[in-house]
């Protein structure tokens, strides 16, 4: 006991002594209901005292018994947290090792007996499921991780790319929706929602949603990415709308698309293909004519070749290729492109003359030799017809069917698309010769 202690009892007692002596009446206390009786005042004083010590000590005992429980429940839930995380960080050192699959199920089920509503743990538990492609247990375990946290991103995300996997697509969406109802600016979210309704070929609704991924995109470069992504699906949804035959929904989408990037070939080509569904095949040959002076692309410029000698105009469209040489004497995709055209139509010298100054030595193009054999032929000059015969065979490529590639990518197709499939750009396939 301090001095300080031992001073204040000292000091409380001879208060108390004092008061004694001054006090040495009898006090009447009457209970409620109950006897009279009569007290030294000194002894109601002790008691008095004494009830609030007691009072006080009771206080006292009850605060430090609840601390001590409190901190006896907290060290016990310490330690039940360290031994969950202890397990749940093993099980994931198991899993990013992929050597041991079975143990890590294992501990995460120990994590489950110790922390039932551990969601990480049930996610992991569902991820290893689809590993397994036991796919109703995976939905068990994300069901039960999202019940138990309906505002879970990550439960949402898990049952979205589970419905993916098990190609249920509308699931899958109605899981992205939840999603971006909880986070309407989630960019992956969107992304998603944008892949699913491109597979579901719903293009109105999937421009909507590229609308907004346009909007959210913060760096200069995404938004760039996203705005050719914008006219490429509007492409998309002018296409679609095409091959439907709803010819005007086609042509505002084309023409919006050219609006956004003039020189997109895809939406060009399509725009052409509604005006001559719409017997404006004059205007149709104007705005090919007219592209392929901004964007010099051999694609406008092959499908020119095809209407022009349609409409019976292939003087016209020997202009426009001798116009092209005039700017670039030494282009020997259109030399070929030309020579063939002057094959097609039997201008045998003219196609022979503009061949040959091909340069061979960037031409590996099978359909070039057969061209020429068959030229030399025409020419009654079956030796050398033979010696290109060879060299056709040789390349191993089909002849006339000119093949595409992506510029990008350098995917090959033997039949032009809006779209690579390969790295899914628009406007990317050029003729590989």
């Known amino acids: 006991m301090g001095k300080i202690t031992i001073f204040v009892i000292v000091l409380f007692l001879s208060a108390l002594a004092v008061f004694a002596i001054y006090n040495q009446g009898v006090t009447t206390v009457k209970i409620p209901f109950g006897e009279v009786y009569e007290a030294p005042t000194i002894a109601l004083v002790l008691l008095s005292v004494a009830f609030g010590a007691f009072a006080m000590l009771f206080y006292f005992m009850v605060r430090d018994t609840k601390k001590y429980l409190d901190n006896w429940q907290y060290q016990k839930k310490q330690k039940k947290e360290a031994k969950v995380q202890e397990l749940y960080s093993k099980a994931l050192n198991y899993l990013r090792g992929r050597h041991n699959q079975q143990d890590a199920k294992k501990l995460l089920n120990e994590v489950l007996s110790e922390e039932p509503e551990h969601i990480n ?9 689809v590993s397994e492609e036991d796919f109703q247990k995976a939905r068990e375990y994300y069901q039960k991780a999202w019940n138990l946290k309906p505002q879970s991103i990550d439960a949402l995300f898990a049952l979205e790319r589970l419905m993916e996997k098990t190609a249920r697509w509308q699931d899958a969406l109605r899981y992205i929706e939840e999603i971006l109802e909880i986070d309407d600016k989630n960019l992956l979210a969107m992304y998603k929602k944008r892949d699913i309704l491109e597979r579901l ?14 909007k959210y995109e913060h760096t200069e470069k995404g938004k760039n ?8 699906y509007k492409y998309e949804y002018g296409r679609h709308s095409l091959e439907n035959g709803e010819l005007e929904k086609a042509k505002k989408a084309f023409k919006t698309v050219l609006r956004l990037e003039k020189d997109f070939v895809p939406a060009t080509l399509g725009l052409a293909e ?34 022009l ?5 292939p003087a016209r469209l020997i202009r426009i290729y001798k116009n092209s040489l005039s700017k670039k004497s030494q282009d020997n ?8 055209l002057y094959y097609r139509l039997e201008m045998i010298d003219d196609a022979f003359e503009i061949l040959t100054s ?11 030799y057969l061209l020429m054999g068959n030229l030399y032929m025409k020419r009654n000059q079956m030796d050398r017809a033979v010696y290109e015969f060879k060299k056709a065979i040789d390349i191993n490529k089909p002849a006339f069917s000119l093949s595409y590639s992506c510029k990008d990518c350098g995917n090959i197709s ?18 590989n010769l």
């Open 225 to 232: 990415l996203e705005r050719q992504n914008l006219a490429g």
């Open 274 to 307: 509604v005006l001559l569904r719409e017997g404006e095949a004059e205007e149709a040959i104007n705005l090919l004519e007219k592209s392929y002076e901004q964007t010099s692309s051999m694609i406008v410029l092959s499908r020119l070749e095809d209407l």
């Open 201 to 214: 070929d719903r293009w109105d609704e999937l421009i909507f949603v590229q609308k907004a991924i346009f």
């Open 121 to 129: 743990a049930l996610l992991q538990l569902g991820d290893i499921s």
């Open 309 to 313: 000698i349609n409409v019976g105009e």
């Open 414 to 431: 033997s039949e032009w698309s809006g779209r690579c499939s390969n790295c899914r750009k628009w406007g990317t396939y050029q003729f």
């Open 358 to 368: 091909v340069d061979t030595g960037t031409a590996a193009y099978s359909g070039f």
């Open 333 to 340: 995709v259109i030399k070929f492109l030309l020579g063939k």
